[in-house]
């Protein structure tokens, strides 16, 4: 098993923080995340989504930290102390015998169109690049979920193809979009 320093890290943004997600904030998670607005286009996120489902997301992020598996941000407002500023959450998921990671991310409703998916995610590929030793990000999103493919165009990610009804969401079969970006377009200014 690799080891991962699990000592907290911290991105600051202009307007965000990306901070670890701590077990003081799971009553936080599941009030913003229990929304079907939101949940319809995110496959981890259930209807309801409970506190008890925050507190598993909560176990399961802090082991994929330890084993390097993935990286999870609480995407949080520069100023406001503990769970009240967090907005949203952003994370890369490691395939680690490809140095690539999938992107993913997800705000509460009250805070969409603000642009801050797109500064939370530049600021974690961003970190991921330089610090992770990845050599590719790469991301998903629904055919219904244009507000993502655009956050991700925005990202200068390239849209690389359709998959056909490749996820089940409840009794339906989504078709999938895939963007991605190489470490050296991100290092020409992509992103930025
Ligand atoms: C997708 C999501 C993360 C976007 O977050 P956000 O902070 O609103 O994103 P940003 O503000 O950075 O950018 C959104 C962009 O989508 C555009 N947009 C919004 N609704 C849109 C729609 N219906 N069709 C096309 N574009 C749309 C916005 O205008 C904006 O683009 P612009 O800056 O060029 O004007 C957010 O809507 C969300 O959390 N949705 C539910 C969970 C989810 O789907 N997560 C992603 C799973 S892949």
Redesign the pocket.
Known sequence: MKYVDPRPVELVTPRLVLRNFVMEDVARVAEIANDP??????LS?AMPYEVSHAEEFWKKQDVWWREGKAFVFAIAKRGVEGSEGIV?FTGLHVRGADDSAEL??????A???????????RAICEWGFATRGLHRIF????AN???????M??LGMQHEGLLREHVKKGSEYRDVHVFGVLKRDWGLGIGH
């Open positions: 607005r939101v949940a319809d286009t995110v996120i949203g993913g991310y997800w705000l509460g409703h805070y969409w169109n603000l642009g801050y998916a797109t500064e939370a995610a991301a998903h999103h629904m979920n244009p507000a993502s493919g655009r956050v165009e925005k």
